[in-house]
């Protein structure tokens, strides 16, 4: 049995060198389907399970044309962008073959245009999951990455930023790390920045990627379908409305409908498709105000307010929820609210034990992560987890220093992957043995 679970766990965790070999084309249905429908296959996008699905079709397609329906029921399809959907059902000659896929696709499809929520779970694959935690400020801009190993509760510094930044977004997006934007206010070098950079965790360095339109500081960052959305922020005394999204197969930014107001240390999150800024400052106005963007028609809309204006407060999606932590209205919160997407409801949950701004906050488990930040005379090193089964906050493993306007994001730790993950690979394919936002106030 345990020779099986660490075959289990190999085939899991390589899905993608797994199917680039023989052995792979030569599974029948069923054990593709009980391979494809485990929770912790290891895939940076479900794309590369469908792509998998067909290559398996398609070395023996007449044979297995027709076996292509339930198989293709165990992709989690609701995870693949409209756009390769509609693309699939218009160029792919194994689901023009057979039209109960291209009606299961445009089903899916159309669900997703319409951000109809899914009861379908995302893939968990079984990997060590780090929390990153990028730039931040303490008395000048800093250049600090560091990691959080869930397992053991452990810092650890990782390379460095190649520019010192703070009020920055990070998101984690096809493996990648990426930090976007801010200012490096250090001694006799302070700037708004239009940089975006991308961290390899299996190499454990940064490149550059192309720059966005502009420099954005305190700006907020989210990932929806593949993109990276660039929202707000600022640059000197001018306050942006815009927002572009970048692609990173292209390397290249695309300005897209900008907001309603100008939102400087704005939150944002992404809940069923749908791109949600909420707060921010504009110059004159600390906002309760929110927004959203649907990206069918390229438009925004404004939603409920919230009880509290604020800016530079947490923001993060959990199921149909979307939570904004602290912030600041003219001084530093511990409340919290969070918008309810379905019912269109503002609710307040149980506070932080600390009040603070220019936080960052993060999902892992199903629990909230509030990290750092300022309380009006201290920058924080202070770590609370928020359980939302019992509305309570817990204290988590401080951060190595204080600091605010740091960003975060949940990665896969691919390094630690594969440095445990040597083993005997015979037989290895018998199924018997058998998947932020921040800112300175």
Known sequence: MELAKKANQYIERRFMQICQEEEFLQLSANQLIHLIRKDELNVQDEKEVYNAVLKWVKYDED????KMENI??????QFLTPKFINEQIQKCDVIKKTPACKEYLA???KDLTLHVRTAVKERTPNIPRVIYV???YYKQSLDILEGFNIDDKTWIKLDRLIVPRSGLGCAFLKGHFYAVGGRNNSPGNSYDSDWVDRYNPILDE????????????????AVMDGLLYAVGGGECSKYHKSVECYDPEMDNWTLVKPMHYPRLAVGVAVVNRILYAIGGFDGSTRHSSAECYHPENNEWTMISSMKTERSGAGVCAMDKYIYVVGGYDGRQLNTVERYDTENEMWEFVAPMKLSRSALSVTVLDGRIYAMGGYDGQRFLRDVEIYDPITDSWMDGTPLTSGRSGHASAVCYNC???ERNLAMDTDSIMNPSEQPSTSGFR
């Open 415 to 417: 390094y630690t992957q």
């Open 134 to 136: 990028a730039g931040g």
């Open 206 to 221: 940064w490149m550059p990627c192309h720059p966005m339109s502009c420099p954005r500081n305190r700006v907020g960052v």
């Open 63 to 66: 044979n297995r044309n027709h």
């Open 72 to 77: 293709l029921a165990a992709v989690r399809l």
């Open 107 to 109: 089903k899916i499809f």
